[in-house]
């Protein structure tokens, strides 16, 4: 019960309606209770008419008056139950909702680390499969708890007030109920997390061959792909099926234990009658209600115990995440705005996960407005440079300064506010391009969407899209060439006008032409700007004030375009051969 303390702070917060649902739900079963002595009541009549014991209108007359009343409490109870769902289940529905924002929030600030180290399906399942078992311990298991107490002590005043002796022979099996049920609950779930995991294996494997469906066509392999998804679909046959037989003994334990209970009911009720320890016939049908009215309760406290321990797990696996503290915090609370300047000082840097070392001793200085491009091989750190610009990662070695603060102790979101940031792998998000292009920007206006459109150059294709700037892309809708995302990709980083550019090779997938015309926008929107370009390509590279020459993580060259075309090394190399390409 441990980890379930953590959600004592939404008990606290839904206090009142919980406190208003345990009222409502004693009320309920005070009413539901009725019935059985109501129906003894009834028993009891017909009983004496026919000894001769009342007359025809007295019988008449109080059998009417027993079937108003039995008619009146189950409707009060049928009222009270419903609101009994209506208070105790939403509160459950509110605490699922809340505890889903508050682990999406938290995965929101967790750094790229957090993501690496984690599968996307293990976040997708706490964030829901998790959540939804501790639900079942805030609704159903408080719910039934609640219930459970209520009848039991209401049912036993009543039951010992009317027969003590009997009512220790009718609750003589429900202990074995309880256990029983225990045992069968706890098998189902272990049976249900096999079934979970091999459905989240099966619908891993469908989805990745769904989304490499191109790849598994163009190589022609669909009948290996078939058979592996038939094997894997035939393991979650049999796990079903195995799940389905114990599940299938559930109802007819039940059934089996109240039978038992009733016959008890009938045979001791009925010699306890015949000696004449209890008064009235109409006792045992008093009884035999109060055995299936209890029998549920009982056996929900076996189903309650592994729904308790089922949520504890869950909320255990939450509580990991939630606890798990960002790699990179913000330690100055007050905005810092920036103006652009960008220091690396012998900056080097080891992935963590991997422990490459993916820069070794970088340094260059770039002043605001500047623009600055980085060449190399790839896997020689370029795309890294970026990443700590962002503040992705924190360095080991070596001091980042922007505008002379130390990159630290700079305001985090002031930062990435400034920077405008066009990743290697443009990615769009399934819904409209105006939206994707907007994104950058959300207040911007249509005309300022299409100008950023035109100026990356790709105006003209979204109006040739029947829908234009409204047409979806991705799963529901249209998919863009390669070329088309990185333009709308670098649309959405122009237009938000920020004081640092970050392109990350992303003309890589446009035409020469294209790019030619591209980097003369860009030369014009950027002028004011610090911008970094990240390219293999020395025309995407020509224009910048400064350009650094990477190789495994070390800076290799330095310097302009003329003075680098004119020094033996990688960039004159590189650039003879994209000339030659280009003559040819
Ligand atoms: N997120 C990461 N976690 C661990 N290692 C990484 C990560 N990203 C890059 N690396 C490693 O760091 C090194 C530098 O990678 P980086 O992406 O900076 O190179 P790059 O010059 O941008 O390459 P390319 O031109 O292919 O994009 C590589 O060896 C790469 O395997």
Redesign the pocket.
């Known amino acids: 019960m441990k980890a379930l303390k953590h959600l004592n702070k939404y008990f606290f917060k839904y206090r009142y309606r919980l406190i208003i649902g345990v009222i409502i739900t004693i009320i309920a079963k005070i009413f539901a209770l009725f019935t059985p002595r109501l129906v003894g009541a009834s028993i009891n009549v017909v009983s004496d008419r026919l000894d001769g014991k009342i007359t025809e209108e007295v019988f008449r007359s109080e059998l009417m008056i027993n079937i108003l009343y039995l008619i009146g409490a189950a409707v009060v109870a049928g009222i009270f139950t419903f609101l009994m769902r209506q208070t105790i289940i939403n509160v459950s529905r509110y605490i699922e909702f809340d505890l889903k924002n508050e682990i999406y929030q938290h995965y929101q600030v967790l750094s790229?680390n957090f993501y690496?180290s984690n599968r996307t399906g293990d976040l997708m399942n706490r964030i829901s499969e998790d959540v939804g078992k501790v639900r079942m311990y805030v609704g159903p298991a408080l719910m039934y708890t609640i219930n459970t107490i209520t009848l039991f002590t209401v049912a036993i005043i009543y039951m010992v007030n009317t027969a003590p002796k009997l009512t220790l022979y009718t609750l003589l099996p429900l202990p074995f109920l309880s256990v029983a049920i225990y045992k069968l609950s706890r098998m189902i779930n272990k049976r249900s997390t096999i079934v979970q995991q091999s459905l989240s294996t099966l619908s891993t494997y469908s989805q990745e061959t769904f989304s490499g469906i191109s790849v598994i066509k163009s190589y022609g392999i669909e009948p290996k792909t078939y058979n592996e998804f038939e094997e894997l679909s035939a393991e979650n046959r049999q796990k079903q099926i195995n799940l389905t037989k114990v599940q299938a003994l559930f109802f007819p334990l039940m059934i089996l234990l109240i039978g038992i209970s009733n016959l008890i009911v009938i045979y001791v009720g009925g010699m306890q009658y015949m000696n004449g320890e209890i008064e009235n016939i109409g006792t045992i049908a008093e009884f035999i209600i109060y055995v299936n009215m209890l029998t549920w309760p009982v056996a929900t406290v076996g189903w309650v115990t592994s729904l308790v321990q089922q949520a504890e797990a869950s909320q255990e696996r939450i509580n990991e995440f939630l606890k798990t503290k960002p790699d990179i915090t913000n330690k100055a609370k007050a905005l810092t705005p920036i103006k652009g300047d960008i220091e690396f000082k012998n900056v080097s840097f080891v992935?963590p996960?991997?422990n490459?070392e993916?820069l070794k001793d970088v340094s260059f200085t770039l002043k605001s407005g500047e623009t600055l491009a980085i060449l190399?091989?790839?896997?020689?750190?370029?795309?890294?440079?970026l990443d700590l610009i962002g503040r992705l990662y924190d360095i080991d070695n070596g001091t980042i300064l922007v505008d002379d603060s130390v990159i630290s102790d700079l305001n985090l979101y002031s930062l990435r506010e400034s920077i405008g940031y066009v990743p290697?792998d443009a990615f769009l998000f399934s819904d409209t391009i105006k939206n994707n292009i907007k994104f950058g920007k959300e207040d911007a206006t249509d005309d300022e969407v299409i100008e950023a459109a035109k100026n990356a150059r790709v105006h003209k294709n979204i109006i040739d899209f029947k829908n234009g700037y409204d047409t979806v892309l991705g799963e529901r809708g249209i998919t863009l060439s390669g070329g088309q995302k990185q333009r709308v990709s670098i649309a959405r980083a122009i237009i938000k006008k920020p004081d640092i550019l970050l392109f990350?090779?992303c003309l890589s997938a446009v035409d020469t032409e294209t790019e030619e015309k591209i980097l003369k926008n860009l030369i014009k929107l950027t002028k004011d700007k610090t911008t970094i370009i990240?390219s293999?390509r020395v025309s995407s590279a020509k224009n910048a004030d400064q350009i650094i020459v990477?190789d495994d993580?070390k800076v290799i060259q330095t310097g302009s375009h003329e003075s680098l075309i004119n020094t033996d090394g990688y960039y004159k190399e590189l650039y003879t051969k994209q000339l030659s390409e280009k003559e040819m």
């Open positions: 790229l690496k992935y996960d991997t490459i993916a190399g091989k790839t896997g020689s750190g370029k795309s890294t440079i290697q990350d090779d990240v293999h990477l993580g």
